[in-house]
């Protein structure tokens, strides 16, 4: 049974002050897990729409889950962001650790 891409650690220099989009899908439910940078915010975006949005801690994990849009991330600064992607039905580990 193919589950679709493979789980990967990604890690991205992002530029501080406005949103960046991460990941792009359309038709291909995925996930996008988060811990740092502390103070950053994710949020989904499809078109004009955005929703989801979430503060990180730098301690606990969110998670991003769209089927159509962007992943995106605004940080207040120039930094690197490391997260995992990868398909929703691919077996994920029960532990994150990243």
């Known amino acids: 049974m193919s589950y679709g891409p493979p789980i990967d650690t990604i890690r991205k220099h992002v ?7 991460l990941e792009t899908v359309f038709n291909q439910p995925v996930r996008c897990v988060f811990r740092e940078p502390a103070g950053a915010w ?3 975006r499809f078109a004009i729409f955005s929703f ?3 503060r990180l801690d730098g301690s ?3 998670e991003l889950g769209p089927r159509f849009g962007a992943c995106q991330i605004k940080v207040d600064h120039d930094c690197e962001v490391t997260y995992l992607y990868g ?3 691919a077996p994920w ?6």
């Open 52 to 54: 989801d949005e979430q």
């Open 93 to 98: 580990p029960v532990k994150f650790n990243f």
């Open 60 to 62: 606990s994990y969110k």
């Open 42 to 44: 994710i949020r989904t």
């Open 87 to 89: 398909a929703t039905g």
């Open 15 to 21: 530029k501080g002050g406005d949103w960046v989009t």
